[in-house]
């Protein structure tokens, strides 16, 4: 079981918007910076959002992040076929001493 | 440009010793800009973070590994090397090492991956 909860499906049309939401604790989310990945199959995951709302170059400004509190959300703006992959967040947890991660979330562009 | 590239065995058996070898260009470790971390992934499941060394030499690992874990590096030879003790079939996945980009007043993130190594304990 994944130490940040996120979850496991969504979907959405093309054209459209979704968000994915990951939640944590005071000891991970809480106070330190997330990142989040995405994973088409059957490849490595890539970087898409780290410090919590920054863009790595070549990354489309359709991606956005955003945290508060305890939680963090990835957005995804005019949703392309594209798209469809794996969604994980991750961040440090300052008790457990880690990197941690979520257990994914599966988007379909339907 | 930063590329990483996992080697290691692709079967081990129950109870043998895993040794993965990140071998990595377009950066060093050297600096204090850089680590490299060890993250798996069993079949259609999550991510988890192994174990992460920095430039310094300073290493995290997982809480639930730590006992089987030992991360090291080769900053002559670019590379990161990865033992697990005592592998069981819970352990079969695909394997991945990746940059971490180390800066003051940021977080910890991964931004350039291997393409991973499928490892499979039987």
């Known amino acids: 079981q994944s130490v940040l909860t996120q979850p496991p499906s969504v979907s959405e049309a093309p054209g459209q918007k979704v968000t994915i939401s990951c939640s944590g604790t005071?000891?991970?989310?809480?106070?330190?910076?997330v990142s989040w990945y995405q994973q088409l199959p059957g490849t490595a995951p890539k970087l898409l959002i780290y410090?919590?709302?920054k863009r790595p170059s070549g990354i489309p400004d359709r991606f956005s992040g955003s945290k508060s509190g305890t939680s963090a959300t990835l957005g995804i703006t005019g949703l392309q076929t594209g798209d469809e992959a794996d969604y994980y967040c991750?961040?440090?947890?300052?008790?457990?001493?880690?990197?941690?991660f979520g257990g994914g979330t599966k988007l379909t562009v339907l | 440009q930063i590329t990483l590239k996992e080697s290691g065995p692709t079967l081990v058996k129950p109870t043998e010793t895993l040794t993965l070898t990140c071998t990595f260009s377009?950066?060093?470790?050297?600096?204090?800009?850089?680590?490299v971390g060890w993250i798996r992934q069993p079949p259609g499941k999550a991510l988890e973070c192994l174990a992460l060394?920095?430039?310094?030499?300073?290493?995290l690992y997982s809480p639930s590994l730590r006992s089987r874990l030992t991360i090291t590096k080769d900053t002559s030879r670019n590379q990161v090397v990865l033992t697990m003790t005592n592998m069981n079939p819970v352990d079969t996945g695909t394997y991945y090492c990746?940059?971490?980009?180390?800066?003051?007043?940021?977080?910890?993130?991964?931004?350039?991956w291997g393409r991973g190594t499928l490892v499979t304990v039987s």
């Open positions: 990746a940059h971490r980009r180390v800066e003051l007043w940021s977080g910890y993130y991964f931004d350039y």
């Open positions: 377009g950066f060093s470790l050297t600096t204090n800009t850089a680590g």
């Open positions: 060394i920095d430039w310094n030499d300073n290493k």
């Open positions: 005071s000891s991970n989310i809480g106070q330190n910076y």
């Open positions: 410090d919590n709302n």
């Open positions: 991750g961040t440090r947890d300052s008790s457990l001493s880690t990197v941690v």
